[in-house]
């Protein structure tokens, strides 16, 4: 039997031991910090309601960490967690999610599994920003799936839409608070709060990270920017030239000038193709008119516009940070390749 062909069988215990009409799915998790630890939470409170509503049982057969000694908010049998790269690759999985960031070993993850045949689901708006063209077509040539959902916007469907709702309507520019992470420190910030203050708030809630200066630096929504306009132009992510501004070191002083211009502060990001079919995107922080609806969009939310010459102006918001927010992307992505798999399955 083929290496792929052991990669994709189901041990006959297992098919034993599932419940009938459920198609059982093998996850493989590289990461298991905020995201990871979020996505196995959830998937194991909703597994009767996947198992009902969709025919799927997710089973996490091997995770990658970087500590196997760090204390985490799940567990797992005897055997699952390992630190090995390479053992992780040769568990027999179905599905492998990739929530461990950057590009190394985030990157031969991805590649080594899509491969195998095996379909990638990722959060990392890095790998995809600087490889996610080539990865695409990897998964293609190999009959495999690729799905970013959570890299970009956090639980808010802006990837699928325009992967799929949008092809064919003439989009003309994307706006957006893409960083859930700046967006908690200014509304904190206009509410009151020191900088550091805020900081510190959002770091405790899963918002920023320990070291948040992607975020603050405008990397972070770059990076999103770009794999936006890659979906939505065909411009290859690698390719996008993003004008970046920084939030300032302490944007209080922006902030109060702001609400005394009746406006508010946001970290925007921003893309449009003029009519030569150049593509341009930026990134800085904004001043919006308190009546304009980025005003209103508090927290770690993030709001996107779209304008499209066919449909209008799309309006999309939901939370855009922390733990639950992104496993609930991750989770709707694994439940679509579920779904795919159960029905080259059946048949139906």
């Known amino acids: 039997m083929s290496a792929r062909a052991m990669l994709r069988r189901t041990p006959a215990a297992a098919r034993r031991h599932e419940p009938r009409g459920t198609h059982l799915v093998r996850v493989a998790l590289a990461g298991c910090g905020v995201v990871g630890s979020s996505l196995v939470s959830l998937a ?12 799927v049982r997710l089973q996490f057969v091997r995770v990658l960490v970087r500590e196997a000694a760090k204390a ?27 929530a461990i960031g950057g590009l190394d070993p985030a990157s031969r993850i991805a590649r080594e599994s899509l491969e195998a045949g095996r379909s990638v689901v990722s959060a990392n708006k890095t790998l995809v920003a600087s490889e996610g063209e080539n990865l695409l077509a990897l998964a293609r ?3 495999a799936t690729l799905d970013f959902e959570a890299a970009v ?18 989009v ?4 957006g608070i893409l960083n859930g992470t700046t967006n908690y420190l200014l509304t904190r910030i206009a509410d009151g709060a020191s900088f550091g203050d805020a900081l510190r708030e959002a770091q405790a809630n899963g918002f920023a990270e320990a070291d948040p200066s992607r975020d603050l630096e405008g990397l972070d929504s770059a990076d999103k920017i770009r794999i936006l306009a890659w979906l939505t132009w065909g411009i290859p992510p ?16 922006l902030v109060r000038s702001a609400a005394a211009r009746n406006g508010a502060l946001r970290y925007l990001a921003g893309a449009l193709r003029d009519p030569d079919g150049a593509v341009h995107a930026w990134v800085r922080p904004v001043i919006v008119p308190a009546q304009h609806e980025f ?54």
């Open 72 to 98: 985490r908010a799940v567990t797992f049998p005897r055997g699952v967690v390992t630190t090995d790269v390479g053992a992780f690759l040769a568990a027999r999985a179905d599905v492998v999610v990739e």
């Open 172 to 175: 003309r520019t994307i706006t």
């Open 238 to 253: 690698s390719e996008v030239r993003v004008a970046v501004e920084p939030l300032p070191a302490d944007p209080a002083a």
């Open 44 to 55: 194991r409170g909703e597994r009767e309601r996947l198992e009902s509503a969709f025919g």
């Open 141 to 143: 040539g190999c009959r």
């Open 153 to 170: 916007g956090g639980g808010v469907p802006i990837v699928r839409t325009l992967r799929s709702a949008l092809g064919g309507h003439g």
């Open 295 to 348: 005003a209103s969009v508090r927290d770690e939310e993030n709001a996107i516009h779209v304008e499209s010459e066919s449909l209008g102006l799309l309006r999309l918001q939901g939370r855009g940070a922390g733990g639950r927010a992104t496993a609930s992307a991750l989770l709707a992505d694994v439940v679509h390749v579920a779904q795919r798999r159960r029905q080259r399955a059946t048949g139906r």
